[in-house]
Each structure stands twice: as structure tokens, then as C-alpha cells.
């Protein structure tokens, strides 16, 4: 361990904002990439059952016309 | 029978000459653009000759890229909503060699005049004398690049009906080693020093560029009439 | 009469969507083919994949199988006219008809007769732009003419034509099969022509077709 | 002539395949990355120039050095989709260059963040942080044409001819801004020309690549099952595959 308290590595030697700030905005970046990719399939499963039903829809629609 | 590659080039190539000669606003509007834009900077940043002449060159040349891409819509835009790109398509001809005879008028029309109008712009933002020649040459050898690169862009957004800012995005950051040489060999120039090396780079990627660019816009464009 | 055009096993789909599988027809010289579907069937998706502007999903199309010299060199033995009429409206009905036969390869056609026989007497040198948009077909349509093509795809080619266009279209039509040539159109109209050589083929279209 | 589209790859089959490999590839990454990043940022020892500011460097040469690599692997994808016609690696494309966006960005940002301590600015007109900002530029030029087309298809297509036009660009672009910061005498962040680093901080940076690669993996692939899943969305395999899921 490079530094002899929390206090000291908290600080980075007085470079604690810019060090804090560039590993922060990096990795809120990169767990907002994560989200966003989750989301995208959590919304494509929405549209697959959407279109579930639509087929659903032109199956019973054909079936009362015959 | 068929058409020579040769007579299909000359027939795309008359048929986008008649076209732009019915429509004479679509060359002059790009270079009135160009004027305008140079008459603004001295209003800007004051008419001190020191400080206009050390920015002249990279103002005609910012200039000359933003009227580029003003121009660019009339590449293909009107080929694209009356059915002679699909036609072109079809061509038993390569594309590519069509589309090369759409950029050859196109510079003909767009980045010529500009070389021609360039004395004016230099008089007007006062860059020294020592200068011209290389602005001149940079324009003469720059432009084709211009061109070649903007119909890339044109043919990827033709189907997209607003162009515009989106040609922006996608082109302005391919133009930054054209816009960094030329500007770089004006002012090794005024200075004193050789200008043509930086010349030559610049003519050696125009060629670069009008040997493959063709195969990227005719790419583009079966892409975009798809 | 050989074949000039076999087509097997053709699939395409739009925005995922099935539009046709399994198409499997072929045409040969002296053949019409009539592509029947309603709105948004495919039709127009299939000739444009036929000439290779749309890229297929699946299938093999084989342009002039019979005569390796043909089939080289398909597209020049083959002639599309999609929806635009690829007319421009800057140039003179004149200027479009010799730059169009110039881009096709003929150079010893009457432009003046051949506008005349398509009705546009008296309106050769007036820009395109000013005709009316069955007056612009008309002009493009001049290429039937003197088009050597053996195999004509013509996506809804009596669009904005009036009854007299579309009499002229289909006495081509005629003469065009009677000299060995073979045509796919697109149509919602019924051909008046009778002709004992023509196929009729039904795109159901949406997701009846698929799988 | 003749012309044929064969399912050289299978959506379905790469869709399961990447489907098995990304569990083990994230925690790959997340293990890898969670070592390199504490090693670096409370084991490795303080800089004798730049002090602890320097740890920086555990994200912004990773980022910096892969935001490139997945610009070229995004060329190289169009060039295979282009030339043998493979649809899957058209899709590549869609799923790599958001990832590359996101990791320029940060090189560019800890790339600022880094030179105020060090220039006092927090933005320097340096060789390789001009040459960022226009890879950046390049980006997002792909990713607003590949948004532009309604028909995700069309888009890629068109996005890869782009990407391969930039790929070609960017050793000229190099090359310009190069010279041109040599005509102007910019600063120069000296940390890359300096002498072999020592062990101490190599091994941790190491570590840091190579858990920003696993990183870039498993979000690339990620992506990639998305974008299997939404040009798919109305094949039967689909429905088996997500139907299944939601039994289990």
C-alpha cells in the first residue's frame, strides 16, 4: 500500500480532484453504456411480445374469415 | 450494342453540364457565399492589415469548405429524386467511372471558379503578395479534393432528403489534413520558406484521392438508391 | 425461344418482414410476365432485386442461362424503368431523349420522329419540367424504341399515361415478344392485349409468404 | 451471372454463442480491471515528476489505445460486410462504434483532466490530443449516419463506407497533426516519451489494457446480441430463444 491513510488516498498527494474526477466521469461513462445496452434488450423483448400478439391477432383474424 | 465506357462518361458528363448551365445560381451562390464570408472577417476582427493577412489564407480555405459543402446537395440530389441515379446504376459502365465524371463536372463548376475568385479574397483580406502563388496552388491542387470527398458524403445522405448538418458531421473532420497543409504552405510562404513541399503532399493525396474516392461514391450510392 | 431469365428460390424481406420466399418462375423469349399484389406486396421489390437494386435475402437469378455471351454482359441485354422516369426537367424533351440514347449506346436515332411517335409532336424543345408527369414518361419511354435490350422490366410503366399512351405501350409490348424479346411488368391494371403468352404471377405479400 | 447470398454465419448461432461467452468475459473484465485499477491507484508508487496525478494513466492509455483499435475493427467489419456480403459483420459495426465513442470520450476527458495539473490548461492544442478530438469527430460523423437511415440495414451499410473512408484518413490525419503541432511548437505531454517505465507502474497498466479489453469484449458483444435480436426480431428462432428465456 502506497498510502498510509484513507485521509492520504483520498487526496492523491493534492491531485485527489483530478484523479477522483477523470477515474468518475470515466466509469459513470462506461455504467451508463452498460445501462443503456441493458435497457435497448429489455425494450426489444417489449417489441417481441408486441409483435407476438399482433401475429396473434392475424392468425384469429384469418381463422374467423375461413 | 452498347455505350464505350468512354461515350457514357462524355454523355453523364454533357447531361451535368447542360443541367447546370439552365441553372446558373447553383455555381454563382457557393462562390457569392465564399465573398460574403471573407467581407465578414475584417468586420469582425478589425481591418489591421498584420492580423488579415496572417489569417487570410485559413479564412479563404474555412471558407472554401463551408461553401463545399453548401454545393454538395446538387451533386446527386436531383439525380436521386428523378431517377437517373438509379438509371446510372444499371449502367453495364463501372459506377465508379460515371460517378468520376459527376465529380469532374462538379469541380469544374464548384472548385475551379474558386481558384479563379482566390486573387480577389486574398486583395480583399490583404495577404501579402508573397502569398498568392502559393494560394493559388493549394486551391488548384486542394479542390479536387474537395470535390471527390464531398460526393462520398453527398452519395451516403442523398436518400436522407435533409443533408445539411449531417454532411457537416461526416465531412468537415475528413478535411482537416487538406485544410492543414494548405493553410500550412501559405504561411511557410509568407515567411519565407519553401512553400511547395507542402505543395506536392497535397497534390499527391488529390491524386490519392480522385483514384479511389470513385469506388467510395459508387459504393454510396447503390447503398442509397437500395 | 430460350429462356432468358430463371429465377429460383427467391427470398426478400423489408424492415423484417417477409415479403416473399421461395419465389422459383423463369421467362423465356417471347414471354410477358405480369407480377400481380396489392399495395405493398413486394412488387416493386422484386424487380428492383431482379436488376440487382435491392439486395436479395436468398435465391439465384440467372439472366440469359442459355447464352453465356448474353449472360456476361446482362445488364446491357437488359432494360429497367422503375417509377421515376429519370427525365431531366431542366433539359428539353429532345436534349433528355439524345443524352438517353448516347448513355445506351445508339447514336443514329431520330430524335424528332421518335418523340412524335410517342404523341409529344410539337413539344420537342420545351423543358422537361414544364410537361405534365405523362408527358415525361412518354419521353423516357422513347428508349422501347431504340433499346436493344432483350429483356424489358418495366415497374408500372402505363403510370400517368392516358388510354391512347397505353394502346401505343402495349402495341410495343406486341412487337417487342413477336421479334423474340420478353417482358416482367408490374400493373393493378388488366393488359387489353391478348396475348396466349403470358404468365401471371400472385405476390401475396406481408407474412402470409414467409416460413 | 449469377448472384447469391449464403448464411455463411447464422444470426442464430452467433446470437447463442456470444450468449455463452459474455457471462465469463464480463467477470473476466470486471475481475481484471478491479485488480488493475487498485493496484495502480493504491499500490503502484508515486510518480517522481507528476506525483499521484500520473495514476491517470491506468484509464486514459487503455481508453486512448483502444478507442483507436475499435475504430479499425469497426473498418474492418465494414470491409468484410461489403466484400463478402456477411450481414453480421455489417450489425458489428452498430454494436462497436458506440463502445469506441464512449472510450474516446473518456481518453479525451482524463486526457483534459490530466493536463491541468500538468500544462495548467485543461485543454492543450497537443499532437495526440488534437488527434483524439478528430478521432472522436470521426465517431460521431459514423454514428449520426447510422441513426439518419430509418432502415438499420441501410444505415450500417452506409456508416461502414464511411468508416472505411475515416480509416484510410487517419494516418494522413496523424501525419497533419504532427506537423502541424511541430510548425506551431505546441506542448507536448512528455509522460510517453519518457524512459522505460519501471515494473511497478508497468505491470498495473498492463493489467488495466487488459482489463479494458475484456471491458470493450463483453460490451461489443453485448451490443451485438442486441442487434442480432432487433433485425431478427421476426424469425421463429427468435422466438423459440427468447421464449425459452422466459420459462426458465
Redo the contacts between chains.
Keep these: 500500500m502506497q498510502f498510509e491513510s484513507w485521509q492520504a488516498f483520498i487526496e492523491m498527494g493534492g491531485y485527489g480532484f483530478y484523479v477522483w474526477l477523470a477515474f468518475g466521469v470515466s466509469f459513470l461513462a462506461l455504467a451508463l453504456v452498460v445501462v443503456q445496452g441493458l435497457r435497448a434488450r429489455s425494450k426489444l423483448e417489449q417489441e417481441f411480445v408486441k409483435e407476438q400478439q399482433r401475429q396473434l391477432r392475424l392468425a384469429r383474424r384469418k381463422q374467423e374469415v375461413s | 450494342m452498347q455505350a464505350t465506357s468512354w461515350q457514357a462518361l462524355q454523355a453523364v458528363m454533357r447531361r451535368d453540364l447542360m443541367v447546370v448551365m439552365r441553372r446558373r445560381s447553383d455555381v454563382l451562390n457557393p462562390l457569392l457565399f465564399v465573398l460574403m464570408v471573407v467581407t465578414l472577417f475584417p468586420l469582425a476582427v478589425g481591418p489591421g492589415p498584420d492580423i488579415l493577412g496572417r489569417i487570410a489564407a485559413g479564412v479563404i480555405w474555412v471558407a472554401a469548405l463551408l461553401s463545399a459543402l453548401l454545393g454538395s446537395e446538387r451533386l446527386f440530389r436531383e439525380d436521386y429524386l428523378d431517377g437517373t441515379l438509379e438509371q446510372l446504376t444499371l449502367q453495364p459502365q463501372p459506377l465508379a467511372l460515371l460517378a468520376f465524371g459527376k465529380v469532374a463536372v462538379h469541380w469544374l463548376l464548384s472548385g475551379l471558379p474558386l481558384v479563379i475568385l482566390a486573387p480577389l479574397c486574398a486583395l480583399l483580406l490583404k495577404l501579402p503578395l508573397e502569398g498568392w502563388s502559393a494560394l493559388v496552388a493549394t486551391l488548384l491542387v486542394g479542390t479536387p479534393i474537395l470535390s471527390a470527398v464531398t460526393a462520398i458524403g453527398a452519395a451516403l445522405t442523398v436518400s436522407l432528403g435533409r443533408g445539411g448538418a449531417l454532411l457537416s458531421l461526416l465531412l468537415l473532420p475528413l478535411f482537416i489534413p487538406l485544410l492543414i497543409f494548405a493553410s500550412g504552405a501559405v504561411e511557410a510562404a509568407l515567411v519565407g520558406t519553401e512553400a511547395w513541399p507542402q505543395v506536392l503532399l497535397l497534390a499527391g493525396l488529390s491524386l490519392l484521392t480522385l483514384l479511389l474516392s470513385p469506388f467510395a461514391v459508387a459504393a454510396a450510392i447503390r447503398v442509397s438508391v437500395n | 425461344m430460350s429462356t432468358v431469365l430463371a429465377v429460383s428460390h427467391l427470398a426478400s424481406q423489408r424492415a423484417g418482414r417477409t415479403l416473399f420466399a421461395e419465389l422459383t418462375f423463369d421467362l423465356a423469349q417471347g414471354e410477358v410476365l405480369h407480377i400481380e399484389g396489392v399495395n405493398g406486396a413486394g412488387k416493386s421489390t422484386l424487380l428492383r432485386s431482379l436488376v440487382g437494386l435491392v439486395q436479395l435475402q436468398a435465391g439465384h437469378i440467372t439472366f440469359f442461362p442459355e447464352q453465356p455471351d448474353l449472360q456476361q454482359n446482362w445488364r446491357a441485354h437488359t432494360l429497367f424503368m422503375g417509377h421515376k422516369a429519370g427525365v431531366k426537367s431542366e433539359l428539353t424533351a429532345l436534349e433528355n431523349v439524345a443524352l438517353q440514347a448516347q448513355l445506351c449506346g445508339v447514336d443514329n436515332i431520330d430524335a424528332w420522329q421518335l418523340l412524335e411517335t410517342v404523341g409529344l409532336l410539337g413539344l420537342e424543345d420545351l423543358p422537361a419540367g414544364q410537361l405534365s408527369a405523362g408527358q415525361q414518361r412518354r419521353i423516357a419511354l422513347t428508349k422501347l424504341w431504340y433499346s436493344n435490350a432483350l429483356l424489358w422490366i418495366l415497374d408500372e410503366p402505363f403510370t400517368a399515361l392516358d388510354t391512347f399512351g397505353i394502346e401505343l405501350l402495349q402495341q410495343k409490348f406486341a412487337e417487342h415478344t413477336a421479334n423474340g424479346g420478353a417482358i416482367i411488368l408490374t400493373s393493378h391494371q388488366q393488359l387489353t392485349w391478348q396475348t396466349e403468352r403470358l404468365k401471371r404471377l400472385r405476390i401475396a405479400g406481408g407474412d402470409d409468404a414467409g416460413y | 451471372?449469377?448472384?447469391?447470398?449464403h448464411?455463411y454465419a447464422k444470426p442464430e448461432v452467433v446470437y447463442r454463442l456470444l450468449g455463452r461467452w459474455l457471462p465469463w468475459v464480463s467477470i473476466g473484465a470486471a475481475a481484471v480491471l478491479a485488480t488493475g485499477?487498485v493496484w495502480g491507484?493504491?499500490?503502484?508508487?508515486?510518480d517522481y515528476q507528476q506525483?499521484?496525478?500520473y495514476?491517470?494513466i491506468f484509464?486514459?492509455v487503455p481508453?486512448a489505445m483502444f478507442s483507436m483499435s475499435l475504430y479499425i475493427a469497426m473498418a474492418v467489419a465494414a470491409f468484410v460486410g461489403?466484400v463478402w456480403?456477411l450481414k453480421m459483420a455489417d450489425w458489428a459495426l452498430a454494436a462497436i462504434a458506440?463502445?469506441g465513442i464512449?472510450f474516446t470520450?473518456?481518453s479525451l476527458?482524463?486526457g483534459a483532466?490530466?493536463g491541468?495539473?500538468m500544462w495548467g490548461t485543461w485543454w492543450e492544442w497537443d499532437a495526440r490530443l488534437t488527434s483524439q478530438l478528430?478521432l472522436f469527430?470521426?465517431y460521431?460523423?459514423v454514428l449520426?449516419?447510422y441513426h439518419?437511415?430509418s432502415?438499420n440495414r441501410?444505415g450500417a451499410?452506409?456508416a461502414g463506407?464511411?468508416a472505411?473512408?475515416?480509416v484510410?484518413?487517419i494516418p494522413?490525419?496523424r501525419?497533419?497533426?504532427d506537423?502541424?503541432n511541430s510548425?506551431h511548437q505546441g506542448a507536448t505531454l512528455t509522460v510517453f516519451e519518457r524512459p522505460p517505465m519501471a515494473n511497478s507502474m508497468l505491470i498495473p497498466l498492463l493489467t488495466c489494457m487488459l482489463g479494458f479489453a475484456l471491458?470493450a469484449g463483453a460490451?461489443v458483444m453485448?451490443?451485438m446480441?442486441?442487434e442480432i435480436?432487433?433485425?431478427?426480431?421476426?424469425r421463429?428462432w427468435?422466438?423459440m430463444e427468447?421464449q425459452q428465456g422466459e420459462q426458465a
Excluded at chain 4, 1 to 5: K, T, V
Design positions: 451471372m449469377w448472384r447469391w447470398l448464411p485499477l491507484l493504491a499500490f503502484a508508487p508515486a506525483g499521484d496525478s495514476r491517470i484509464v486514459h481508453t461489403r456480403q458506440p463502445i464512449v470520450f473518456i476527458f482524463t483532466v490530466w491541468k495539473p478528430i469527430f470521426l460521431i460523423g449520426a449516419l439518419a437511415f432502415d441501410t451499410k452506409a463506407i464511411l472505411m473512408v475515416g484510410i484518413n494522413i490525419i501525419y497533419s497533426v506537423w502541424w510548425l471491458l460490451l453485448q451490443r446480441r442486441n435480436l432487433r433485425q431478427e426480431l421476426r421463429p427468435v422466438k427468447l
